[in-house]
Each structure stands twice: as structure tokens, then as C-alpha cells.
């Protein structure tokens, strides 16, 4: 079992989410640095989609009723346990007892903790583990971890310890791919869309990044039929402010769309925290795809190395 | 024969397609009835994770994006051959508790149409309505069939809590709420009727293209 000391901003236990039921109203929650969430599962001996403790802005305590292999990834939040430094990326055996401290995050927003086991979870929602923070399903009880939440996790000991794996790097140029909207919305909005840096707004969460920018709006009139929209769409509402959204996010909507950001650069609204300024460029269809593979080939190399060590 | 304006098809990225019929010439319900028939076969045919119907559009989330060329391409051959006679849905009956402790919007909606609370009951019971799409949160319907002359502006004091199983009036349309939530449309009833239940194996009752009908369970003064 381990304990939930202190969540920080926001902890919750989320996998890679539910798929099959956005004709339903129901959306896809999950990690949102899915990456970051299957190399610290890899790193601990864990199946892909095991559950993970999404960690928002740090500040948090968990304690270990058990001895376990843990990783975490994405941002450094100066984590320590019972005093002693570790660090994001590698794999860690926590004892008994132990007290595993994240810090501050400086330079990112998130981090990923996996811990080596089987999670005795509630029944799965739609095959999936995660919670949905707006309509309050899925996870312990439908809701962000609270101090003193307790997950029991059967411990298994099933790879090599101290080992190490890189996440790709994070970025704040954000590539996206053109909107089915681009003919109704100017050209003049477009090219100030692109040639703008925008920031991340504090009202942002895990539905949507909300940007702004102190140079420019991309005010609008227009009101159109709804239509789906998914982790990646970038809304414009008639305020002008962009809205990417995030796992979280509805699935339909009826604002505008600028583009949808490509698949590959949406884990890095994992690490854009409000203030952070970012940029987009368009791209091609033939980019997209490309991006995407070398996240692909990155994962299956890290897949080779490690069935290569576990066997030394 | 009816005949239906050429779709507009975009691929919005990888492994995702939109298709857009909103600008047809059709009223929105026919042209939605053939939105579904489509949706039918895209999902039968196993190509897709995900398929979302919304108004007058329908979004298409592949497994695999090598078979984006095939679907761009044979879109426009099965909207022209789908048919409506395949289509199956269901018909709901929602028992409905009207005005009252239910329905405090009732008498409102009532006065603005200068109707008596029974007009509006008998009104708004006796229509047929399709569900259009879901959306908005999980379970929501939209609902098309709410008759003219119930057409009630939302209130401009959005309630912080509207309770589950609100049945309600918001502009040219009308709802239901499968969980309770913050709202501004015009509650005039209530049914228990299990819109949404996350943990059955099928959490939602309704799926686009079903018909709904309320009906009368008691009117509240």
C-alpha cells in the first residue's frame, strides 16, 4: 500500500485513458505526457498502460507501506526520499517505511511516478483506470487524490533495478496541422496566430490550455454547428484567446477551430505551465506523421535496451 | 428522390476525418438521419476507435492511419448508397414529473408564452424527439423536436446547481440533465429515468439517433 501524505496542486491516477465512448459525451482523460508515463512503467517492470500518479507543480509526500521499485519522469522536482536526492528517469527500490518528497517543479509542470506492481484499483470505467477530473469518474473515487488516500499496490520485482531511460525532449514550439475552419477565419488571423507568442493562462487545467497574448486577439463573430473535438483541437472562442485542449476536454464543441496540434507535440502541454510562453508553426500532414514515428522508434529502442539488460 | 449536397471531407490529422454535411440544403433532422446511417457503417466496419456524430458532421478517429487515403476517398461513395432503412435506434419513454418542486421554471416559461402551465405541459409531452448527438458532458442529448411555441430564452441568471434528471427548456431546445450541474436552461420537470450510469456496462442510455418521448407521470401547481 502507499499513502498519500500530501497531493501538492493536483495528484491523480491516470493510465491512457478510455477510447470508444466520445459518441457518448465521454472523453478520453489519461496522462497527458503519455511517453513520460510508459518509459517510468517500462523503468519499474510495469505493463504500458498501468496506471500512474500524475503529479501537477510538486510539493507532495507519499509513503510506502511496502518495499517497491519506483520511477519517476517528466520534470526534475528535486524528489527525494527520506532526505536522500533521486533522480527522474531512473529506477529506484524504496523500502518499507520510506518517504518519497517531490520539491518545486522550476522548469516544467509534471511528473509521472510509476510503481512496480499491481494496482487493486476500482472496476476499470470504459477499460480505463484514469480519472476524469471534470465529470468526476474512474481512479479511487472519481476525483484528484486527497492527503491520506491510500492505493494498495501489490509489489512485483520483475526487472533490474538502476536503470536509466531518457524521455524526448520537451519543446514550446508546438506544430500543428491546418483546421477544417481555415477558409472562414482570415488569413490575417492565421499569420498573427503563427507569428505570435501566446502564454499559458492560469485558468488553464487538464481541459484545455488556455493562451494569451499581450500583442494580439483573434477576435471573431462567427457561430458554427457543433462538431466533435479531441485532446489537440485548438478552439477560438469569439474572445479571440485560443484554447488547446487537453485529455480532459469535452468532446464536442461549436467554436471555431485554428488547427489541431500534432500528436507527437501534444505531450508537451505536460510541461507548459501558466506564464510559460509558446509557439506554433503549421505543418504538413507528411511532418506529422514523421514526428510521430520517431517518438514510435524511440520507444521500441528503449524496448530493445531494456530486454537487453534484464538479460545480462 | 431526395437529393443531398456533395459532403465536404477534411482530414483534421493523422488518423482523423471530418466530415461535414451542415451546409445541406435538407433540414437538420433529415440530413442527421443520414449522419447516423453513416456513423452505423464507419463503426461496423471495425476501421475506427472512435465515431462522433455531431451537428450535421461526423467525426471519424482511426486505428491505423495508413487506411486515412482508403476512408478519404470511399466517404463520398457510402454517404450517396447509405441507406435509412438499415438504421436501428430506440424509442425512450421518460416518465415526467411537471412544474412544482420539479419544474420551478414551469410557470415562467408558461407566462412568456402566454400559455397556462397545462398548455405547456401538453406541449412539451406530446413531441417526438430524436436524439441528435451527445456532447457537452457525459450522457448529454442533443435533442431535436421541441415545438415553436415553447422556444424559451435561457435564464440570464445561470443556476449553480441544476439537480440529475432536470428536464429542462434552453432556447430552441430541450434536455435533459444526466448529472446534477450548474445549468442556465428553464427546468420545467423531473424524471427519474436513468439517463447515465458510469458504472453499468453500457453507462448511457441514449446513443444518437434514438427517439425520446416524456410522458406525463403527475403536474405539480
Known sequence: MITVVKPGMQMSIQDQGRTGSRHLGIGQS????????????????????????????????????????????????????????????????????????????????????????????????LGSYSTDLTAKFGGLHGNALNPGDSIDITPQYKTKIGLGAMLPPKSTHIRVYEGPHNKLLSKQSLDKFTNH?????????????????????????????????????????????????LNDAQTTGGYPLLGTVIEADLRHFAQLKPGDFLHFEFVSLNEAIKAQQKLTSHLNQLKIALEYKNKQ | MTTYSSPSITVLTTHCIYFDVSHSEQTILETQKKVWA??????????????????????LYLNDPLRLQYWLSALNEHWLEVSLLKFNSTHHKLPTRYGGVHGPDIKHVAHYHNLSVDDVVQLHSSGTYHVLFLGFQPGFAYLSGLDKKLYTPRRSDPRTSVPKGSVAIGGEQTGIYPETSPGGWQIIGHTDFKLFDINAPSPCAFAPGDTIEFTIKEVLS
Open chain 2, 38 to 59: 453513416l456513423a452505423q457503417l464507419c463503426q461496423q466496419s471495425g476501421d475506427f476507435i472512435d465515431v462522433v456524430p455531431a451537428n450535421n458532421n461526423l467525426t
Open chain 1, 30 to 125: 489519461g496522462c497527458i505526457d503519455p511517453y513520460a508515463q510508459i518509459i517510468c512503467n517500462r523503468l519499474v517492470g510495469n505493463p504500458d498502460n498501468c496506471p500512474v500518479l500524475e503529479i501537477t507543480l510538486g510539493l507532495a509526500e507519499i509513503k510506502f507501506d511496502n518495499d517497491y521499485y519506483i520511477a519517476l519522469h517528466g520534470t526534475d522536482m528535486k524528489a527525494t526520499v527520506n532526505g536522500n536526492p533521486i533522480q527522474p528517469g531512473w529506477s529506484y527500490y524504496i523500502k518499507k517505511g520510506d518517504v518519497l518528497k517531490l520539491n518545486a517543479a522550476r522548469h516544467g509542470f509534471r511528473s509521472y511516478l510509476a510503481i512496480g506492481g499491481i494496482w487493486q484499483l476500482p472496476t476499470p470505467i
Open chain 1, 197 to 245: 507568442s501566446w502564454h499559458i493562462s492560469p485558468s488553464s487545467n487538464r481541459m484545455g490550455a488556455r493562451l494569451s497574448s499581450d500583442e494580439c486577439k483573434l477576435e471573431h463573430a462567427l457561430s458554427l454547428p457543433s462538431m466533435a473535438v479531441m485532446p489537440g483541437s485548438i478552439q477560438l472562442p469569439p474572445s479571440g484567446e485560443p484554447i488547446v485542449l
